[in-house]
């Protein structure tokens, strides 16, 4: 059964896909990007289950969402998916960051690193697609807030608005979320997980691979890590439901948003609504431009310590603002 014909007549076996990686493969920091995918997986198919039972309209989504989880069963899949998809974007966070760290963007690796900001960018829009679609007050008030900050980009921004705004929001959203995002995340992700098998996994900083593993190796403490962490997750999705806020409310801004737009809401405090573009953009230039800011061979460049300082940095006071944005009272931000 697993033999398949290769060109010059010998055949495929499995052992041809248990090919050698670095021994490194078997650390945390090099599995993540393999438990996130799993993720992924978990999230596509708890999300195709909750997709046969929601009414995508602003009349009905809420309350198809209320009656999905008003049995256990629905109750915990929603939760799970929720949870699940925060998890996600704190273990993508926790991949980028391995490779800040190890300097795993330069050479031969800068294009995979503009897909995995690609990712990213998918990933950040699929959370928040998720919290409009339930049409609850935190799904409108991120509506809210795109519609304004939409209305802000110069040309287009009206039309954009006005594609989005209205009746049609939450079934936009929903095929936003349900469609073009899943489409677009495999168009991302198998050039990545292609170009990762080409260029291999990157050395440790300072080393030269010499020991291998078989790949296999690696996979088990993928599965291990996702069990863990995966296993984890489904049990804190029977103790903490995922929020369903009442509403919505038109005019009133009373919710925050999910930790990772917590950053946002800090700069929005200050510089208003227009820093939703800006700073966003701020963050993707950046790290676009990070192959090649950085570009060297020596691992322990001038250029690399700043780089491993300045993101840590960076880190720590996004950190500082999602802690202090979580303790304080809401702020209206909106001129809806
Ligand atoms: C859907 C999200 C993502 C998935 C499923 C994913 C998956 C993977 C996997 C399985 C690897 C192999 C090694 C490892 O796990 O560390 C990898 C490597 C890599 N990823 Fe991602 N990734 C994602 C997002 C990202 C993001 C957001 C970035 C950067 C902005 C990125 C940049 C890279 C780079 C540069 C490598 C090569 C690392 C090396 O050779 O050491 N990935 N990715």
């Not at 209320?66 to 629905?74: I, V």
């Not at 489409?183 to 291999?200: A, D, E, Q, R, T």
């Not at 800011?293 to 603002?321: Q, T």
């Amino acid at each position: 059964m697993d033999d398949i014909k290769k060109q010059d007549g010998m055949s495929w076996s499995l052992k041809d896909f248990n090919y050698s990686v670095p021994e490194h493969a078997k650390r945390f920091g090099y599995t993540v990007g393999g438990v996130t995918l799993i993720g992924f997986v978990l999230l596509i198919i708890s999300g195709i289950i909750m997709a046969f039972f929601l009414t995508p309209t602003t009349g009905q989504a809420r309350q198809s969402v209320l009656e999905f989880a008003s049995n256990p069963w629905g109750f915990w899949l929603r939760s799970f998916h929720r949870w699940l998809a925060e998890a996600v974007v704190f273990l993508i966070v926790l991949h980028m960051s391995r490779i800040i760290i190890t300097g795993s963007y330069r050479g031969k690796r800068k294009l995979n690193w503009f897909f995995g900001i690609g990712l990213f960018v998918i990933t950040l829009t699929f959370l928040f697609s998720g919290t409009v679609v339930k049409w609850d007050q935190e799904g409108y008030e991120a509506y809210g807030h795109t519609i304004e900050s939409l209305g802000m980009i110069p040309l287009i921004g009206a039309s954009l608005a006005k594609f989005i705004e209205g009746s049609a929001v939450v079934m936009r959203m929903f095929v936003t979320h349900a469609i073009v995002l899943p489409s677009l995340l495999l168009l991302f992700l198998i050039p990545h997980m292609v170009l990762m098998k080409l260029n291999g996994l990157s050395p440790l900083p300072g080393k030269k691979t010499t020991r291998t593993i078989p790949f296999s190796e690696h996979v088990k403490k993928i599965f291990g890590w996702s069990l863990v962490i995966f296993g984890l997750i489904s049990f804190l999705a029977m103790q903490f439901p995922a929020v369903l806020y009442p509403g919505p409310f038109v005019g009133a801004e009373i919710t925050k948003p999910p930790w990772m737009f917590l950053v946002l809401y800090q700069f929005e405090d200050w510089f208003g609504v227009i820093s939703l573009l800006i700073l966003p953009l701020v963050i993707v230039l950046g790290l676009i431009l990070l192959p090649y800011i950085d570009s060297g061979e020596d691992d322990y460049s001038l250029v690399r310590k700043i780089v491993v300082w300045g993101y840590l940095i960076i880190v720590a006071v996004f950190i500082i603002f999602i802690i202090h944005v979580a303790i304080s009272p809401p702020v209206h931000h909106l001129m809806m």
